[in-house]
T-cell receptor, first 116, second 112 residues
Framework: EAGVAQSPRYKIIEKRQSVAFWCNPI?????LYWYQQILGQGPKLLIQ????????DSQLPKDRFSAERLKGVDSTLKIQPAKLEDSAVYLC??????????????FGPGTRLTVL | LAKTTQPISMDSYEGQEVNITCSHN???????ITWYQQFPSQGPRFIIQ???TKVTNEVASLFIPADRKSSTLSLPRVSLSDTAVYYC?????????????FGTGTKLQVIP
């Protein structure tokens, strides 16, 4: 079974520039998550999709961050314009749904963003 | 969301058993307890999940007392490759979508 794919793996940009990250979840997984992980901290949920609908974006800085999940499969996270404090690893995860309890999240390798 | 509290860091020698305890005093009836492992430059990886009593798999054991206000991840005979950050999560998806939060985790350093 193929895992969660993310690209690019690394990105360096100047502040005020724009950047986009791409995620391809595990086939058949209805739920997709984007996390921001700052060095030394745990992952922080930015946005969660169920199929192509948003179920939680309460921690997404909507003035500069946006995300979409077209056709309930791939997803793109965009930052425009970037700030120095956006330097972090951006993790994408996916999970299946349908059974009771908690469904395991499968994480991609992440994209390391450096804002100069 | 139930908040979790875990030690920031732990050291252990190779071959020893390591127990990492997580406190989750306001755990809800529908919540499950899940542990993830994260190596540097990688995304977190699921280790084990439980609801009550004891769960064991090929990697670890999870002990949950009757009141479920805490849980203990047990790693038998650790090796250098177990050096990682371990996260305790509490949550469920009974509301139609999952509601969990990662804390700061416990950084385990295995010493030769």
């Amino acid at each position: 079974e193929a895992g969660v794919a993310q690209s690019p793996r690394y990105k360096i940009i100047e502040k005020r520039q724009s950047v986009a990250f791409w995620c391809n979840p595990i086939s058949g997984h209805a739920t997709l998550y984007w996390y921001q992980q700052i060095l030394g901290q745990g992952p922080k949920l930015l946005i969660q999709f169920q199929n192509n609908g948003v179920v939680d974006d309460s921690q997404l800085p909507k003035d500069r961050f946006s995300a979409e999940r077209l056709k309930g499969v791939d997803s793109t996270l965009k930052i425009q314009p970037a700030k120095l404090e956006d330097s972090a690893v951006y993790l994408c995860a996916s999970s299946s749904t349908g059974r009771g309890g908690y469904n395991e999240q499968f994480f991609g390798p992440g994209t390391r963003l450096t804002v100069l | 969301l139930a908040k979790t509290t875990q030690p920031i860091s732990m050291d252990s020698y190779e071959g020893q058993e390591v127990n990492i305890t997580c406190s989750h005093n306001n755990i809800a009836t529908n919540d499950y307890i899940t542990w993830y492992q994260q190596f540097p430059s990688q995304g977190p990886r699921f280790i084990i999940q439980g609801y009550k009593t004891k769960v064991t798999n090929e990697v670890a054991s999870l002990f949950i007392p009757a009141d479920r206000k805490s849980s203990t991840l047990s790693l038998p005979r650790v090796s250098l490759s177990d050096t990682a950050v371990y996260y305790c999560l509490v949550g469920d998806d009974s509301g139609g979508y999952q509601k969990v939060t990662f804390g700061t985790g416990t950084k385990l350093q295995v010493i030769p």
